[in-house]
């Protein structure tokens, strides 16, 4: 197992690295990641309905185990760029390109994830058809400042279970090492960006394509959650890693 100030180290490298990747190879990058989450927010669906919001929440893991194994490039996680900057080794805008363009794969994946699996007919089913919208309606109807608390947790536990895989150097521990930080943001209800753009979008097209009722509408899925959870999981995330990019990277002056 690798210390947390050697996790540190080795993230300036790693940050800077995908600071570093050309536009298209960072942006399939993205749509992989962000059609992994989705495919674990299916699974946590199907835990919901099926099983209990404790099964569900054990389920969802499964997306990140997949994006940080398999390999490929989430928003949530990279936020942890804020260490190579404090550190100098990335520019600003460096960091910011590498943020905007992998948001923008994150969408494309998620939202195709949610077109194919609700337009195939894996929701035919009623009550998983009924979760998969009122799990939307939820998502955005909620004020502003409660989807941008909920935006700031989740990716503090995002982030540190991205740190804690990284701790291990075999997929099993890996797994182990993220699985339950995203579990307790699953079933406390926190709110994740990338897996709210497979969320949001399915809930959308599942009432159009089934002729659902619904108050959802595209605006307020972006105003109501999109916006203040991105904003959320932007500073959760660049919490933590500023917070140990603080303790662990930060040389004490000589006397």
């Not at 536009?23 to 669906?45: D, E, N, Q, R, Y």
């Not at 404790?54 to 989430?74: Q, R």
């Not at 805008?93 to 948001?103: D, E, F, G």
């Not at 997929?171 to 753009?197: D, Q």
């Amino acid at each position: 197992m690798k210390k947390p100030n050697e996790i540190a180290e080795s993230y300036i490298s790693i940050g800077k690295a995908k600071t570093e990747q050309n536009f298209w190879k960072t942006f399939v990058l993205g749509m992989l990641a962000g059609a992994f989450i989705a495919f674990g927010g299916v699974g946590s669906t199907f835990g919901n309905v099926y099983l209990n919001k404790v099964a569900g929440a054990a389920i969802f893991p499964g997306g990140l185990a997949m994006v940080l194994i398999a390999g490929s490039e989430l928003f949530t996680g990279n936020c942890l760029l804020i260490i190579p900057l404090m550190k100098k080794e990335i520019s600003f805008l460096k960091m910011l390109r590498c943020l905007a363009i992998v948001y923008l794969g994150n969408f494309v994946g998620a939202a195709i994830i949610a077109t194919l699996t609700s337009l195939g007919g894996v929701f035919s089913a009623d009550a998983v058809r009924a979760a998969v919208v009122s799990t939307a309606e939820a998502k955005a109807s909620m004020p502003f400042y409660v989807a941008f608390i909920k935006g700031v947790l989740c990716n503090v536990l995002v982030c540190i279970a991205v740190w804690m895989s990284f701790a291990a150097d075999t997929v099993g521990g890996k797994i182990a090492g993220l699985f339950f930080p995203i579990m307790i943001f699953v079933v406390a209800g926190f709110e994740h960006s990338v897996a709210n753009m497979y969320y949001l979008p399915a809930g959308l097209i599942t009432s159009l394509f089934y002729g659902t009722e619904t108050t959802l509408t595209v605006g307020g899925a972006i105003i109501n959650n999109l916006i203040p959870v991105t904003l959320g999981n932007v500073v959760g995330g660049m919490l933590v890693g500023a917070a140990y990019c603080g303790i662990y990277l930060t040389k004490k002056k000589q006397d």
